[in-house]
């Protein structure tokens, strides 16, 4: 994700926890701002150990591609590695990005944040 496009996302964030009064996005956004080398880092076997089936994950930073995942869940994350987001899509998952998350939850409900 481009720098432009981070500063967009960490803006409606913002704004969107403001409007909603949802703190979950103000931690968003905040996890988002940090540097690059505090950024969470999660393998899937850590989605797979604490999420629930049909849950939603928001991982405010990278998802790798190590492990298996088992349950099918949505994901969101700032970066995916390839082999990320292909094991996501083979189990009937969803790996998208926060912003669409934000798009269609604004509100903020049944969402867990990982990492």
């Known amino acids: 994700m481009k720098n432009d496009q981070m500063l967009a996302l960490i803006t409606a964030l913002k704004r969107t926890a403001i409007e909603r009064q949802r703190s979950l996005w103000k931690r968003v ?25 049909g849950e939603i994950i928001i991982v405010p930073g990278k998802l790798l591609g190590d492990g298996a995942l088992t349950k099918k ?18 189990i009937g998952g969803a790996a998208i990005t926060i912003y669409e998350l934000l798009k269609k939850h604004p509100d903020g409900k049944g969402i867990r944040i990982l990492g």
């Open 73 to 90: 869940v949505t994901v969101a994350a700032a970066w995916y590695s390839e082999e990320a987001r292909r094991k996501v899509a083979a």
């Open 29 to 53: 956004a905040q996890d988002l701002e940090k540097p690059s080398r505090q950024r969470r880092v999660v393998n899937l076997w850590r989605v797979d150990q604490y999420a629930k089936e």
